[in-house]
């Protein structure tokens, strides 16, 4: 007969308490702030439901400032036109960063990693804008889309639902990751389509025979290395709003048109 086991309630008790101690930690949030500009920046936070005076906090270049929590927050910073304020959403990576004006702006979609370079924040290229863009690298079923910084994976969902072509979107933020899972199994081609949470600065891109992007023009220039180690000649590399420095040469086509949020966007189209 096998021996009853005695157990001390009071152990499993702690081993309960140890848990929960454990759970509430593994689930603890974090707004992460990363400062993208060239100098050191100014801003004031509050909860969004406190009636306290903000906070003062400043920021040096490239560090990231870590505020842990669950609560959403009102972050307050000074521009030329007046006074910035944004609820920051727990768990959220942000950036200060320049706007096209050179004026400082805070985006969403930094990702919040001391290990990986920042190349741009989350904004999404317009539906249409992408249909040119695929246009343009004269995509069909045979071709490999690698997108470099794939936000919400639509420029490789696009290019196999319209083209029946593969891809592979690589985003350093899970959350775009996930979306894109879940937006090319809403398209019903996630057999075409694979997504990888990766710096693209340290990504394997060999096997792609169209590259696509989305970044700003100093990141381009920090790509070109593995652009042109890495890819075979005559693949399409097509950029959005942002040329490739030093590619000069390489440019084959060049558009502008309107997109659905109203705007004019840029597309540059090389061949490597
Ligand atoms: C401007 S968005 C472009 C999104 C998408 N390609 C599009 O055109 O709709 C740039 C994306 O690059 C990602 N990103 C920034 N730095 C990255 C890095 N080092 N490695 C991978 N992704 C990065 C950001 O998370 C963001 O989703």
Same mark, same amino acid.
């Given at each position: 007969?096998?021996?009853?086991? !005695?157990?001390?309630?009071?152990?499993?008790?702690?081993?309960?308490?140890?848990?929960? $101690?454990?759970?509430?930690?593994?689930?603890?949030?974090?707004?992460?702030?990363?400062?993208?500009?060239?100098?050191?920046?100014?801003?004031?936070?509050?909860?969004?439901?406190?009636?306290?005076?903000?906070?003062?906090? *400043?920021?040096?270049?490239?560090?990231?400032?870590?505020?842990?929590?669950?609560?959403?927050?009102?972050?307050? !910073?000074?521009? @030329?036109?007046?006074?910035?304020?944004?609820?920051?959403? @727990?768990?959220?990576?942000?950036?200060?960063?320049?706007?096209?004006? $050179?004026?400082?702006?805070?985006?969403?979609?930094?990702?919040?990693?001391?290990?990986?370079?920042?190349?741009?924040?989350?904004?999404?290229?317009? @539906?249409? &804008?992408?249909?040119?863009?695929?246009?343009?690298?004269?995509?069909?079923?045979?071709?490999?889309?690698?997108?470099?910084?794939?936000?919400?994976?639509?420029?490789?969902?696009?290019?196999?639902?319209?083209? =029946?072509?593969?891809?592979?979107?690589?985003?350093?933020?899970?959350?775009?990751?996930?979306?894109?899972?879940?937006?090319?199994?809403?398209?019903?081609?996630?057999?075409? &389509?694979? !997504?990888?949470?990766?710096? &693209?600065?340290?990504?394997?891109? *060999?096997?792609?025979?169209? &590259?696509?992007?989305?970044?700003?023009?100093?990141?381009?220039?920090?790509?070109?290395?593995?652009?042109?180690?890495?890819?075979?000649? =005559?693949?399409?590399?097509?950029?959005? #709003?942002?040329?490739?420095?030093?590619?000069?040469?390489?440019?084959?086509?060049?558009?502008?048109?309107?997109?659905?949020?109203?705007?004019?966007? #840029?597309?540059?189209?090389?061949?490597?």
């Amino acid at each position: 007969m096998l021996k009853r086991a !005695f157990i001390d309630p009071r152990l499993g008790i702690a081993a309960l308490l140890i848990l929960c $101690g454990f759970a509430l930690f593994a689930q603890q949030k974090e707004i992460t702030i990363r400062n993208i500009t060239d100098e050191t920046v100014q801003y004031r936070i509050t909860a969004v439901r406190s009636t306290d005076e903000p906070k003062k906090h *400043s920021i040096k270049v490239d560090v990231i400032a870590r505020l842990p929590g669950e609560e959403p927050l009102t972050i307050y !910073f000074e521009r @030329p036109d007046g006074t910035q304020s944004y609820v920051l959403e @727990p768990g959220m990576p942000y950036s200060f960063r320049y706007d096209e004006n $050179g004026d400082l702006e805070l985006y969403e979609g930094s990702h919040g990693r001391e290990d990986a370079i920042d190349l741009a924040p989350y904004v999404s290229t317009p @539906p249409a &804008v992408v249909e040119k863009m695929l246009e343009m690298a004269r995509i069909d079923k045979n071709d490999v889309v690698y997108d470099l910084g794939c936000g919400d994976g639509r420029i490789v969902i696009m290019a196999a639902v319209k083209y =029946g072509a593969r891809g592979v979107g690589i985003d350093l933020d899970p959350e775009r990751i996930k979306e894109s899972n879940l937006y090319a199994k809403g398209a019903g081609v996630e057999n075409l &389509v694979q !997504f990888r949470i990766e710096d &693209v600065t340290k990504s394997d891109i *060999s096997q792609a025979t169209v &590259v696509t992007l989305y970044l700003l023009t100093e990141s381009n220039e920090l790509m070109r290395p593995s652009l042109e180690k890495q890819l075979k000649a =005559g693949v399409y590399v097509v950029s959005h #709003n942002y040329r490739i420095p030093g590619w000069e040469l390489k440019l084959v086509d060049e558009a502008e048109i309107k997109g659905e949020d109203g705007g004019n966007h #840029n597309i540059y189209a090389y061949r490597r």
